[in-house]
């Protein structure tokens, strides 16, 4: 292949394919490869994700049929549970009931909890979306940079 041929495709394919050794998630943190500890993949970080958002659309339903508001409202709403939800339990005890279903927890790098600040500053983050669409190589979004968080599996 010729240089050029493979600079191209390193620029499509990643760092790996140029040769690049990046280690695996983690590896910088200190973080086993594998098993409890590990950085979580990204396939249940969404589980999880995806749970933590039906609950939150079932307490936003129940609170918007007791407070008779609009559908927009309701929307705003099911943001407001989740940002609150996500907030309170991974300050308080370090995981969401999404995370603890999928076998997931909120640390902060180098052991230990998030606390309720940088639980707050995650989920703020968390619930303007784009901070957690822009992931690094150790899987951590910018709410999770933010944080100085890492989530790992139980």
């Not at 996500?86 to 009931?97: D, E, K, M």
């Amino acid at each position: 292949m010729t240089e050029r041929r493979r600079s191209i495709g390193s620029w499509i394919e990643g760092a790996r394919a140029a040769g690049v050794e990046l280690g695996y998630p983690g590896e910088r943190m200190g973080l086993p490869r594998e098993g409890a500890g590990s950085v979580a993949g990204y396939g249940r970080r969404l589980g999880a994700l995806v749970l933590d958002w039906v609950i939150a659309l079932a307490i936003a339903a129940v609170l918007a049929g007791a407070l008779h508001v609009g559908a927009q409202t309701r929307s705003l709403l099911t943001l407001l549970v989740f940002g609150v939800m996500a907030w309170l339990l991974t300050g308080s005890i370090g995981t969401t009931v999404g995370k603890r279903l999928c076998g997931l927890r909120v640390v902060r790098v180098g052991g230990g909890p998030v606390g309720p600040l940088w639980a707050f500053v995650r989920a703020l983050l968390l619930v303007l979306v784009v901070p957690a669409l822009i992931w690094d190589r150790d899987h951590r979004g910018l709410h999770d940079r933010a944080a100085n968080a890492v989530v790992v599996r139980i």
